[in-house]
């Protein structure tokens, strides 16, 4: 349980960070190390220096503008739930946020490693992929820009390139009565959910659903939209008959893994479950 | 590498190797042992250590990046003359059979109540989710948490 040796540096700006993971094609990032330690202290990587991003500066703040939310890096799940501006700028990502692990690794887990390290069952990347952020990452060759929907690109894998370093997620503007629901499911409070459902939707002036968004976690290889969800549920009111519908199309459209925490058949169940519970919540009290 | 930082109220300085976690280096280094460490991956809780005011687990954690930091573990929250609030609760609702959960125990307990006096027992638990422990079943633990709250939400008016 100890980790293998490595170097340690903790450079002041973002430059020096990007060169030092740019000389040492072994070279890893660290900032909170929630999800990073563990894989160290189990051996399941040996990089040979953790570039620490603790003194970099402007990576711990939360931006909230017409253009929506901006997370910095480092910005700790602490930070979320202690920022009340969320619960009208984004209640989805703070609903979300609630269920990530427990109260000490919310105090140094931080949203650029959630990002990075890509688990499928993480809350952070499920808010993203469904509510179309954009993840700004900067490298030896200078930043750029890459939609969530794309970054993710299986269990732990992700397009950032060895020497890039996120530095923030962009999350659209949030429209005040919009319609949202998260859900998961867990064995124990904090533990990986074995499936969990992010939702949305606008309604037009008919009450008919608009623009509605529907991603899954847990219960994926990575997470990802359901549009063969989304496509049923637009353009018409959100009812009993409806809401079954949505939940047995989600149950047949998602490819959950079948490992020992649990059966694929059992994830299935549990997306339809979820995506059941949560459109009924959204449609009964526009959220929670 | 040489790594500085403030522990229980004293400055320390400690040269480590920098795999060292932050447990290890206050166990075996500052011979602190006052902090448990169970499983060494963040599962378990009892390495918590209160850092810049936040419960965190000291196994997750590097010694290198308490760089600054201001450190409390178990050790930190007892004084010599009297049993603590806390303490006294603990021990009040018989909080504590092995006592090998019980510094993280006390570490949580202390941070949360020191930001949020008025945590109710639902909120107590959520916390203290992230503890496992084999022998108490929780209750007289979640209930010594709810007794010392008096005393924290006393040091915040003085």
Same mark, same amino acid.
């Given at each position: ?20 993971? /740019? ?21 399941? $990587? ?38 009340? =501006? ?11 946020? $609630? ?10 887990? &931080?949203?650029?490693? %959630? ?52 530095? +923030?997620?962009?999350?659209? %503007? ?27 939707? !606008? ?19 990575? @997470?990802?939209?359901?549009? +063969?969800? #989304? ?8 009812? +009993?008959?409806?809401? =079954? #519908?949505?939940? $047995? ?7 959950? @893994? ?24 959204? $449609?009964?009290?526009?959220? /929670? | ?9 004293? @400055? ?35 390495? &918590? ?32 003359? /009297? ?25 949580? /307990?202390?941070?949360?109540?020191? !930001? ?8 107590? =638990? ?33």
């Amino acid at each position: 349980m100890k980790p293998s040796p490595f170097e340690y540096r903790a450079p002041a700006t973002l430059r020096e960070a990007v060169d030092l993971l /740019a000389s040492d094609p072994e070279a890893t990032v660290i900032a909170g190390g929630q999800s990073l330690m563990p894989v160290l202290a189990f051996r399941l $990587a040996a990089p040979s220096l953790l570039v620490d991003l603790r003194r970099v500066p402007g990576l711990g703040d939360i931006v909230i503008g017409g253009s929506g939310v901006r997370l910095g890096a480092r910005v700790r799940w602490r930070d979320i739930e202690d920022d009340a =501006r969320l619960g009208v700028a984004h209640p989805l990502l703070r609903e979300a946020v $609630a269920h990530v692990a427990h109260y000490q690794i919310r105090n140094r887990g &931080t949203v650029g490693g %959630s990002l990075a390290h890509a688990d499928p069952a993480a809350e952070l990347p499920g808010i993203a992929v469904t509510c179309d952020a954009e993840i700004t990452l900067v490298g030896a060759a200078g930043a750029r820009t890459i939609a969530a929907g794309e970054f993710f690109t299986g269990a732990l894998s992700t397009l950032r390139e060895p020497d890039e370093i996120i530095t +923030e997620l962009h999350l659209p %503007s949030w429209s005040a009565d919009r319609r949202w629901a998260f859900r998961e499911f867990a064995q124990r409070q904090g533990d990986f959910a074995l499936a969990g459902i992010a939702l949305f939707y !606008d309604e037009d002036r008919h009450g008919r659903v608009r623009d509605a968004h529907v991603g899954v976690i847990g219960a994926c290889q990575r @997470p990802h939209r359901l549009p +063969e969800v #989304e496509t049923v549920l637009n353009g018409h009111p959100v009812g +009993e008959g409806l809401i =079954r #519908e949505a939940a $047995a199309i989600a149950a047949q459209v998602v490819d959950p @893994p079948d490992d020992l925490h649990a059966g694929a058949a059992y994830r299935r169940a549990l997306v339809a479950t979820l995506v059941e519970r949560g459109l009924r919540a959204a $449609a009964q009290a526009g959220g /929670a | 590498m040489r790594v500085t930082f403030e522990l229980n109220g004293k @400055p320390v300085a400690v040269d480590v190797e920098p795999r060292l976690h932050l447990a290890d280096c206050l166990r075996d280094e500052l011979r602190l042992t006052g902090t448990h460490l169970g499983c060494e991956h963040g599962v378990c809780g009892t390495c &918590t250590v209160i850092v810049d005011g936040d419960a965190v687990r000291s196994c997750l954690m590097l010694a290198v990046q308490a760089e600054g930091s201001m450190v409390v573990t178990v050790e930190g929250l007892s004084s010599d003359e /009297a049993l603590t609030p806390l303490q006294t609760a603990f021990r009040k609702h018989h909080a504590l059979q092995c006592g090998f959960c019980t510094p993280g125990m006390l570490t949580t /307990a202390h941070a949360l109540l020191t !930001d949020e006096p008025d945590a109710d027992a639902d909120r107590i =638990r959520s916390a203290l989710s992230g503890n496992l422990c084999r022998c108490t079943g929780y209750i007289p633990i979640v209930e010594a948490v709810l007794e010392a709250r008096a005393a924290y939400k006393k040091s915040d008016r003085s």
